[in-house]
């Protein structure tokens, strides 16, 4: 029977993968996260202090929030407990927390580990608060989506968010020097290959060592491959975006800020990130009219016309032939001047709007459609701005109790400066009408 288990290589463990071989064994050989795990770091101090809290770790896929639970429980001595919230119900959690509890009647602590934490739903949630409270657990939950809005707030204020961040390229480089010291193999890869594959992990440092072993695999005796080979040989990876989570916001305000910035490259290299991710078109396309009239506004009237249109022309074209217009208005909005004059005029006016209630406007300016409403003043005095030199009348249209508001504050920018001009001349003639009048 032995014999049997020999020839199938059964007598050995399981072959591990690479990435679960490299895991480090202390903190400080964490890569990517100095600033959490490095001698000034947040997680460091906490050790140092012989106590922390309850934590959420919060960031991209494989970046170390799993490990560095692991070394957590190590340096402090507490049991080591990990449940995924994708397979656990609250039949799961009373057991965990019953475990631990029993283990803390024994003078032993749990750290317990819940992967993708915000999966849980708000009554799952609540069932952590009060092991929590008393010492029963200290909670690690390990999120990849924004805690602000995937966790409740009575779990947050229990616990301390630290944010893992992705691996940078000199960080997923060592990853791939200590693949290579620990299986005393050299990438295959030239050097431009080499950089390829680095930018194919995009940040994760589980993708850049799988990719690795898929290289290693793929490799016959003394064959180098070359950008191009690697690229056929390991298919891409989809890029890290969640059309309905935290990418999504992330990247609609980029695209917002750098348009508003006047930075048409990176406003058209935020608008190809969204469209390689699968954004819907035409939520990117409102986006684009919303900026229009937000951060343009009248000092380019056109702004409105042309991001319509290319909506417009989406619509009409489909994809992939209507995305072209869509990077169209992109950098002509870019390019455009900028005012948010009207943005900030319709939020005054709003303002004052509701502060002031259902004040009537003046009788000079509503209409005497009967007897008795004309009777009362319905329209008296009211002046018909076209018979007027200038056509303009000057005559005060604000309800008595309120009296003249100034809302619209034109920049020097673009078409807004002939606005400004414009406001300027009637005010100064308001002025003449009234003095004329006195």
Same mark, same amino acid.
């Given at each position: 029977?032995?014999?049997? #288990?020999? !020839?199938?290589?059964?007598?050995?463990?399981?072959?591990?993968?690479?990435?679960?071989?490299l895991?480090?064994?202390s /903190?400080?050989?964490?890569?990517?996260? %100095?600033?959490?795990t490095?001698?000034?770091g947040s997680?460091? +101090?906490?050790?140092?202090?012989?106590?922390?809290?309850?934590?959420?770790?919060?960031?991209?896929?494989g970046t170390?929030?799993?490990?560095?639970?692991r070394?957590?429980?190590?340096?402090t001595d507490?049991?080591?407990?990990?449940?995924?919230?994708i397979? !656990?119900?609250?039949?799961d959690?009373?057991?965990?927390?019953?475990?631990?509890?029993?283990?803390?009647?024994?003078?032993q602590? $749990?750290? &317990?580990?819940? =992967?993708?934490?915000?999966?849980?739903?708000?009554?799952q949630?609540d069932a952590?608060?009060?092991v929590?409270?008393d010492g029963t657990?200290t909670?690690?939950?390990a999120?990849?989506?924004?805690?602000s809005?995937?966790?409740n707030?009575?779990l947050? !204020?229990?616990?301390?968010?630290l944010? #893992?961040r992705?691996?940078?390229?000199v960080?997923?480089?060592k /990853? &791939?020097?200590? *693949?290579?010291?620990?299986?005393?193999?050299?990438?295959p890869?030239?050097?431009?290959?080499? @950089?390829?594959?680095?930018?194919m992990?995009?940040g994760? @440092? +589980?993708?850049?060592? $799988?990719?690795?072993?898929?290289?290693?695999?793929?490799?016959?005796?003394?064959?180098?491959?070359?950008?191009?080979t690697?690229?056929e040989?390991?298919q891409?990876?989809a890029?890290?975006?969640?059309?309905s989570?935290e990418?999504?916001?992330?990247?609609?305000s980029?695209?917002?800020?750098?348009?508003?910035?006047?930075d048409?490259?990176?406003?058209?290299?935020?608008?190809?990130?969204?469209?390689?991710?699968?954004?819907?078109r035409l939520?990117?396309?409102?986006?684009?009219v919303?900026m229009?009239?937000?951060?343009?506004?009248?000092?380019?009237?056109?702004?409105?016309?042309?991001?319509t249109?290319a909506?417009? *022309?989406?619509?009409?074209l @489909?994809?992939?032939?209507?995305?072209l217009?869509?990077a169209?208005?992109t950098?002509?909005?870019a390019?455009?001047?900028k005012?948010n004059?009207v943005?900030n005029?319709?939020?005054a *006016?709003?303002?004052?709007?509701? %502060?002031h209630g !259902?004040?009537?406007?003046?009788?000079?300016?509503l209409n005497?459609s009967?007897?008795?409403?004309?009777k009362?003043?319905?329209?008296?005095?009211?002046?018909y701005?076209?018979?007027?030199? =200038?056509?303009?009348?000057?005559q005060?249209?604000?309800?008595?109790a309120?009296? +003249?508001?100034?809302?619209?504050?034109p920049?020097d920018? @673009?078409?807004?400066?002939?606005?400004?001009?414009?406001?300027?001349?009637?005010?100064? /003639?308001?002025?003449?009408r009234?003095?004329e009048?006195?």
């Amino acid at each position: 029977m032995s014999d049997l #288990f020999a !020839s199938a290589g059964l007598q050995n463990d399981a072959p591990r993968p690479l990435a679960d071989r490299l895991r480090p064994r202390s /903190l400080a050989e964490v890569v990517g996260q %100095e600033h959490l795990t490095g001698t000034d770091g947040s997680l460091t +101090r906490l050790l140092n202090g012989k106590s922390f809290g309850s934590l959420v770790f919060w960031g991209p896929p494989g970046t170390g929030k799993t490990t560095v639970a692991r070394l957590l429980a190590h340096e402090t001595d507490l049991k080591f407990e990990q449940i995924s919230a994708i397979f !656990s119900g609250i039949a799961d959690l009373k057991k965990v927390f019953e475990a631990a509890r029993q283990r803390r009647a024994m003078g032993q602590g $749990t750290l &317990l580990f819940v =992967d993708e934490i915000h999966r849980f739903n708000r009554a799952q949630l609540d069932a952590f608060l009060p092991v929590m409270e008393d010492g029963t657990v200290t909670l690690v939950g390990a999120t990849t989506e924004n805690p602000s809005f995937e966790l409740n707030a009575a779990l947050l !204020s229990r616990a301390r968010v630290l944010l #893992f961040r992705s691996l940078d390229d000199v960080a997923i480089a060592k /990853l &791939l020097v200590r *693949a290579e010291d620990l299986t005393g193999r050299s990438l295959p890869l030239d050097e431009d290959a080499r @950089g390829v594959l680095v930018r194919m992990a995009d940040g994760d @440092g +589980r993708a850049c060592l $799988t990719l690795a072993e898929e290289v290693w695999r793929s490799a016959k005796r003394d064959e180098i491959f070359d950008a191009a080979t690697l690229q056929e040989i390991v298919q891409r990876r989809a890029p890290i975006y969640d059309k309905s989570q935290e990418g999504h916001y992330n990247l609609i305000s980029a695209l917002h800020k750098t348009v508003r910035g006047s930075d048409p490259d990176a406003a058209l290299y935020y608008l190809c990130r969204m469209l390689d991710g699968g954004e819907d078109r035409l939520f990117i396309a409102r986006r684009l009219v919303r900026m229009a009239v937000e951060d343009i506004g009248l000092a380019d009237p056109q702004a409105l016309v042309v991001a319509t249109a290319a909506k417009d *022309a989406f619509d009409f074209l @489909g994809s992939p032939e209507g995305e072209l217009a869509l990077a169209q208005i992109t950098v002509y909005l870019a390019c455009a001047p900028k005012s948010n004059a009207v943005y900030n005029a319709y939020k005054a *006016a709003t303002r004052v709007a509701k %502060e002031h209630g !259902s004040l009537p406007p003046p009788r000079t300016i509503l209409n005497g459609s009967t007897k008795l409403m004309r009777k009362i003043g319905y329209g008296e005095g009211y002046r018909y701005d076209h018979d007027e030199p =200038d056509a303009f009348s000057g005559q005060d249209y604000w309800p008595e109790a309120l009296g +003249r508001q100034y809302f619209y504050e034109p920049t020097d920018r @673009g078409m807004e400066t002939r606005y400004g001009d414009r406001l300027a001349h009637w005010e100064a /003639l308001r002025k003449q009408r009234r003095d004329e009048e006195r």
